[in-house]
């Protein structure tokens, strides 16, 4: 007897989770291809600002461990 409203919610989640993904499928791709016409990178531009990065000296002492001072 509890097995009916358990399938009644399942089949209701599944067809509101399929309702939603058929409708909402054209909106996502939609916007998933006006992000990638409107991005553009020049990587030789980005490779010589790697190269030249300035170099920072730190002294890390992170797994320094003493003896019982």
Same mark, same amino acid.
């Given at each position: 007897?509890?097995? &009916?409203?358990?399938?009644?919610?399942?089949?209701?989640?599944?067809?509101?989770?399929?309702?939603?993904?058929?409708?909402?499928?054209?909106?996502?791709?939609?916007?998933?291809?006006?992000?990638?016409?409107?991005?553009?990178?020049?990587?030789?531009?980005? &490779? &010589?600002?790697?190269?030249?990065?300035?170099?920072?000296?730190? &002294?890390?002492?992170?797994?320094?461990?003493?003896?019982?001072?």
């Amino acid at each position: 007897m509890r097995v &009916h409203p358990i399938t009644a919610v399942a089949t209701f989640l599944l067809v509101v989770v399929g309702v939603k993904l058929f409708f909402l499928s054209g909106l996502i791709a939609a916007a998933d291809v006006d992000a990638t016409r409107s991005v553009s990178v020049d990587l030789s531009e980005m &490779h &010589h600002k790697l190269k030249n990065l300035p170099v920072e000296k730190i &002294h890390d002492m992170t797994f320094v461990f003493s003896n019982g001072d």
